[in-house]
């Protein structure tokens, strides 16, 4: 099991940014797919962006155009940078692996490790 931990959650006005960071027990790069997720209060937990280990990226209607995701495999580390924040981005964030052979990991079934989360809050 791999251990993700977050870091760089917080509040923040809306129209600003945050950067969220999780590091990886393992050399990232034997995960071949990661991504962040997102819960808010009486929601389901969603997939806000995903990275492979080519770098093909995916992203949540909601959050493209203002979320950047990017993997530095040589710090077995993952991030997310969100720029415009809106109200509607308060959530708790979780970091996520999917087993090394999976190619995707844009739906909670095909995630294996869980970040503890952090929590952003964007108030308007």
């Known amino acids: 099991q791999v251990q993700l931990v977050e870091s760089g959650g917080g509040s923040v006005q809306a129209g600003g940014s945050l950067r969220l960071s999780c590091e990886a027990s393992?050399?990232?790069?034997?995960?071949?797919?990661m991504g962040w997720f997102r819960q808010a209060p009486g929601k389901e937990r969603e997939v806000v962006a995903t990275?492979?280990?080519?770098?093909?990226?995916t992203y949540a209607d909601s959050v493209k155009g203002r979320f950047t995701i990017s993997r530095e495999n040589a710090k077995n580390s993952l991030y997310l940078q969100m720029n415009s924040l809106k109200a509607e981005d308060t959530a708790m964030y979780y970091c996520?692996?999917?087993?090394?052979?999976?190619?995707?990991?844009?739906?909670?079934?095909?995630?294996?490790?869980w970040g503890q989360g952090t929590q952003v809050t964007v108030s308007s």
């Open positions: 996520a692996a999917a087993p090394y052979w999976r190619s995707s990991c844009n739906i909670v079934d095909h995630i294996s490790s």
């Open positions: 393992v050399p990232a790069y034997t995960i071949n797919c």
């Open positions: 990275v492979d280990n080519r770098g093909h990226t």
